[in-house]
C-alpha cells in the first residue's frame, strides 16, 4: 500500500510511503531510492499484532512485523518512477507465483 503526501515548507518537498514492504524487497527498494535521488525519511518495523510497538531498527526476531518505509525526494517524478517499479516487481510476482500454481 502507497500513500502520498507533499510538504510545502521553505523547499517543496514531496513524500511517498511504502506500507509492507516485504523483507525480501528492501534491499532492493533501498538500492533504488538511492539511485533516483531519494531520501529514506523512516524505516520502521511495526508489529502485526501490537499497534503501539514500533521499532526504528531490526528487531532480533521479524517474523511478526511488518515494515514500513518513507521516501522523500524534491521532484515528484523520482518518487512516481520509484513507485511504478515498486507495483510493477509485486505484480510480476504475483503474476510468476500464479503461474507455478497452474
Known amino acids: 500500500m502507497l500513500i502520498d503526501r507533499q510538504n510545502n515548507q521553505d523547499k517543496q518537498c514531496h513524500y511517498s510511503e511504502f506500507k509492507n514492504v516485504s523483507k525480501e524487497f528492501l534491499p532492493w527498494l533501498e538500492n533504488l531510492a538511492w539511485e533516483y535521488r531519494c531520501k529514506i525519511d523512516k524505516k520502521e518495523w511495526k508489529s502485526k499484532y501490537n499497534n503501539y510497538v514500533i521499532y526504528d ?46
Do not use: H, M, W
Not at 528487531?59 to 515528484?76: M, V, W
Not at 523520482?78 to 504475483?94: A, C, D, H, P, S
Open 57 to 102: 531498527y531490526e528487531p532480533f526476531c521479524a517474523d511478526g512485523f511488518e515494515i514500513n518505509l518513507t521516501l522523500s525526494s524534491r521532484q515528484i517524478e523520482y518518487l512516481n518512477f520509484v513507485r511504478f517499479l515498486y507495483e510493477n516487481k509485486i505484480q510480476q510476482i504475483g503474476y510468476l507465483k500464479n503461474c507455478l500454481t497452474l
